[in-house]
């Protein structure tokens, strides 16, 4: 016998597990694409062997066209009032899905022996079809948190299991790709070749697997995509999302100055740039300080995963946590606990005994990934928050513009962070012409310092943000959505009497 499917007022299903599965999907589908990000530089530093300055400049331009692009793409949506037969949402991420299939290897494309311009132009070319792929797909994912339900609960759960999407899509790339694409080197006679310098054995990166494996990865995520797209439900109107007040022209420069103007954007945008420039921008030196100063590049993602294990321990208490305390208390508190993580971290390039090093780093990545464990399930949720903030200061909502916004600085956040340190890197003594088999003692202890200091500096941009700037506290929020809720009320028209 067929299962009834319950419905709302609106007649639409009624929230549920298969709305949470389908929009963590949604997000594994992003992250075999987004998850490809820290090896994008590896792969152009340690197989193609760019130099760190150059390279840097490449990247820093390439993710400045990335945060352009994304309020652009992010006011088309919220301007297009086109019917779709799938719904404008799903129809813009469906394409982007197509895209990253392609995009996602192009910019991966194996020719180390090219000369230098060429190789500039690949990567050019490769990450900005990737990147306008990913865009399409992203922008109006990240803003459909917003059209699935209005309540302020179920918003968190769907934040909860963007984060399970994203922990599911980060481990493929994150600790099965490393063990495929490094191969360590061997003397003619069988013998580990090694390093005289850190007298650690020579490991090399396989280029063509990288390409192969980011192909790969495009058509997992799509299939994830897709089952998002038929599953997932809408129940707000796409169209009926305000851009400016009484059908005024859109205009994008009142829309950033509003979004700055929004304590709450701002608060959670600041605390996703530190995420991204300690944690995002500590992956390409980690995987360098594996290779050249513990020598064992094929656990560098097993390692880097554990840190995000403790998140896990939040996710079947979220609801229950947010209710009593509140998204940003809860949030806040953990990043107390990153902090003292980031400064545990600063113990272990101190060791020289590499194998108690190790265990030292480990620890304090655990301590930092426990308290990133609650803003990581709300974070999603505190942008439709603060999307819902905008419409309550200001009278727009601005779904797409708002999260575009956000995505701009998180994307900028992600350029600017691994470009400078790659320039670092370069400062501090790597030289890409060696390989990651070729370096000096000095320079792989040295990644040990930037990789510890990286994620102390992600702990101490979170608090900022959620601590100092993010207004939105348990109290205010009940306040905000009561307001809200009494204002809607009053705008919604009166049904007459037959």
């Not at 990253?100 to 132009?121: E, M, Q, R, S, Y």
């Not at 009593?324 to 101190?350: D, Q």
Request: charged residues 15%; proline residues 3%.
């Amino acid at each position: 016998m067929k299962k009834e499917i319950k419905l709302d007022q609106n007649g639409k299903r009624k929230f549920g597990m298969l709305d949470k599965v389908a929009y963590a999907a949604g997000d594994l589908g992003c992250n075999m694409s987004f998850g490809l990000k820290g090896t994008v530089q590896t792969f152009w530093l340690a197989y193609m062997m760019l130099e760190t300055g150059l390279l840097s400049i490449l990247l820093l331009l390439v993710q400045i066209w990335d945060a352009i692009n994304d309020p652009i793409i992010g006011a088309l949506i919220d301007a297009d009032r086109r019917q779709y037969k799938m719904g404008k949402f799903k129809t813009y991420i469906f394409i982007g899905a197509c895209g990253l299939i392609v995009g996602g290897a192009a910019v991966f494309l194996p020719f180390p022996n090219a000369d230098t311009w060429v190789k500039a132009v690949l990567f050019i070319v490769g990450y900005v079809i990737w990147d306008a792929a990913y865009t399409m797909a992203n922008v109006p994912y990240g803003s459909m948190l917003s059209l699935v339900t209005t309540d302020a609960g179920e918003r968190a759960q769907l934040s909860t299991w963007r984060s399970i999407g994203s922990m599911v899509g980060n481990i493929l790339p994150g600790i099965l790709l490393p063990f495929i694409i490094w191969k360590k080197e061997f003397n003619a006679d069988g013998t580990p070749m090694i390093n005289p310098e850190t007298n650690v054995q020579v490991q090399t990166l396989l280029g063509d697997r990288v390409f192969i494996a980011a192909f790969l990865m495009g058509i997992i995520g799509f299939a994830a995509f897709m089952f998002m797209i038929k599953k997932i439900t809408i129940r707000v109107d796409e169209n009926s999302v305000k851009t400016s007040e009484g059908g005024a022209k859109f205009n994008v420069i009142k829309a950033f100055v509003n979004f700055m103007k929004n304590r709450p954007a701002v608060g959670a945008t600041l605390a996703a740039m530190g995420m991204f420039l300690g944690m995002n921008s500590a992956t390409t030196a980690s995987t360098i300080m594996f290779a050249t100063y513990f020598g064992m590049a094929e656990l560098s993602g097993v390692i880097q995963m554990v840190g995000f294990l403790p998140m896990f321990l939040f996710m079947p208490f979220i609801k229950k946590i947010v209710d009593k305390f509140g998204k940003k208390e809860a949030s806040v508190a953990g990043t107390l606990v990153s902090l003292v993580g980031g400064l545990f971290m600063l113990i272990f390039p101190m060791i020289p005994n590499k194998g108690v090093s190790l265990i030292f780093f480990m620890i304090g990545l655990v301590i930092f990934g426990l308290g990133m464990g609650v803003y990581t399930c709300v974070s999603w949720a505190m942008m439709g928050d603060a999307i819902d903030y905008n419409e309550w200061k200001f009278g727009t909502r601005e779904e797409g513009t708002v999260y575009s916004l956000h995505s701009f600085f998180r994307k900028l956040a992600q350029g600017i962070g691994p470009s400078v340190v790659l320039f670092v890197m370069g400062l501090l003594g790597y030289i890409s012409d060696l390989g990651t088999g070729g370096q000096s003692a000095e320079t792989a202890y040295n990644m040990c310092w930037l990789v510890a200091g990286l994620y102390l500096f992600s702990g101490i941009c979170q608090f900022i943000g959620l601590a100092v700037i993010y207004n939105l506290d348990k109290k205010t929020l009940n306040t905000m959505n009561e307001e809200l809720a009494a204002r809607h009320a009053a705008e919604a028209p009166v049904a007459e009497e037959a």
